[in-house]
């Protein structure tokens, strides 16, 4: 069991499509509005049938009022860090603490190069992300004296004036899979960003993840704990129960209760595009996994 005693939350993983351009928009905020605690985007800039994720998180902000905002995950390689570092909490601020920020070191390297980002090496990539999590920390930290100076290999930054702060504790998530981002994850994130798709095994990968995150952020001095565990997945509602997330919304529930409990998983973030999928996921699914799963610990 690897339950780490996380408040259970839901989100939505929306395509950031560009034709409609307000279609991402009114997912929002039907995300909002079916009571979702949080709605991404995920981010390939050299994509062009995308629009621009983080403009698009912007307009977002405006239109919504309660619901957190995220990229899922933005792509490092073209987002440099201390300008990323002013952009989230500048809409922190200006939303009243709703931004998170979810990084990945970047994947589709083509796409990056074409776009004039540099093409790396896994390990450096890991690097790379290190390096900028200093960068971006190291801005919000208002409250240490002087100036900024990173010297990284990758990212760098020579006396740069801190802040603005965020308006609370912007909480960084690493999308990884490799043990060596893993083994990071530990060591320095809030949280861990992957997709069930991605996962060799589908959940039943997740106990030897977690472990190597457990035991990196030990190694570090850190409490396991303090390393949320999320979760992007997908499926489809059915009326009756064909698997894992082919399903009735009850038994959705009941799958994602036992994910959270076996494994520790703590936000669960549906990607779809569908109004009908949204709701049922706010109003059907995310209230009854957290009474599964209160019921469970209260035993």
């Known amino acids: 069991m690897s339950d780490y005693g996380h ?4 989100g939505s993983f929306i395509t950031p499509t560009a034709r409609p351009p307000q279609a991402p928009v009114e997912l929002a905020l039907t995300s909002e509005r079916a009571g979702l605690d949080l709605v991404s985007f995920q981010d390939h800039p050299y994509q062009s049938a995308f629009q621009d994720t983080w403009t698009l998180m912007s307009y977002v902000a405006a239109r919504t009022e309660r619901i957190r905002i995220s990229g899922n995950v933005l792509n490092l390689p073209l987002r440099p860090p201390a300008v990323l570092a002013r952009a989230a909490a500048s809409l922190d601020r200006l939303t009243g603490g709703r931004v998170e920020l979810g990084i990945g070191a970047g994947a589709f390297w083509d796409g990056i190069v074409a776009m ?4 790396l090496e896994p390990a450096q990539a890991v690097r790379a992300v290190e390096e900028a999590v200093d960068v971006i920390r190291g801005l919000w930290a208002t409250d240490e004296t002087g100036p900024l100076r990173v010297t990284g290999e990758f990212y760098a930054v020579t006396g740069a004036k801190r802040g603005p702060a965020p308006a609370h504790r912007i909480p960084i998530r690493i999308g990884a899979y490799k043990p060596r981002m893993l083994r990071l994850t530990g060591r320095i994130a ?6 069930l798709g991605f996962l060799p095994e589908g959940p039943a ?14 190694a570090a001095g850190r409490e396991p704990a303090a390393v949320s565990r999320l979760l992007n997945l997908s499926g489809r509602f059915t009326s009756g129960s064909g ?7 009850g038994d959705w ?4 209760a036992d994910i959270a409990l076996q494994y520790g998983t703590s936000g669960f973030i549906l990607a779809s595009d569908e ?3 949204l709701n049922l996921f706010g109003h059907e699914v995310a ?3 957290r009474e599964l799963v209160q019921s469970e610990r209260g035993a």
Do not use: K, T, Y
Not at 190 to 195: C, E, F, Q, R
């Open 243 to 249: 698997g894992l997330l082919q399903a009735d919304p």
């Open 253 to 256: 529930a009941e799958q994602l």
């Open 275 to 277: 109004p009908a999928d």
């Open 205 to 218: 990968s997740l106990r030897a993840m977690n472990e190597q995150i457990d035991e990196a952020a030990s």
């Open 7 to 10: 408040e259970l939350w839901f």
């Open 116 to 119: 004039g980002g540099r093409r």
């Open 287 to 289: 209230p009854r996994a």
């Open 190 to 195: 809030d949280g861990w960003l992957p997709s």
